[in-house]
């Protein structure tokens, strides 16, 4: 940059005061005012810096489903049925293999819901778990063996597996009725 041959009247970006500058780029009266901007330019580029990494960590990254337009499908998509119930895919997912929810997979990707099924869902009675284990509502391991035709060592590894309640008495051991019979419904 050369040298203007007149003399410039500045006014300095960082302190205000009026100098003469010698160049015509020459921003500010001396070299402390500008390395006082250029830390202050610096500390203001490393805050919105900041702020644009707290924002997309804040931001969804999924996108928003209307909710007026699945209230009027017949059939609707995991992610669809997810938001109506208010969990995540993996949940319906889960309700889907376990066959509380009926479901068509058309594809790889394209799993599809009926809405009568969901509404069945809300139809079934609840089967209300006892809140006191007594010997009434619990079987003997040979009841269990004779009901469902199975072997003893398999009732052992279910009940440890599934956490199965039960309770001792006279060195007998009662296995809840409604934790067995939901069980062998499952599998």
Sequence with gaps: MSSANFTILRQCEN????FE???RTTRFCTHKCSSQNYKLRKRLDTKKQVEKESIRRIAPKVRTINIELIKHKEYLRVVEVATLFGCSKNTIYRMIQSGELN???LLKHLTRIKRTDIEKLFEQP???KPDILTIENCYTMAEL???Y???TNTIYGY???HNIERIKKNG???YSKYCIDNLFKSI
């Design 145 to 147: 063996c004779q009901k």
């Design 159 to 161: 009940v440890g597996k």
């Design 126 to 128: 609840i089967p209300v």
């Design 103 to 105: 479901a068509v997979n």
């Design 172 to 174: 007998i051991t009662y």
């Design 149 to 151: 035709n199975v072997a």
């Design 15 to 18: 302190c205000s005061k009026m």
């Design 21 to 23: 500058a010698q160049k």
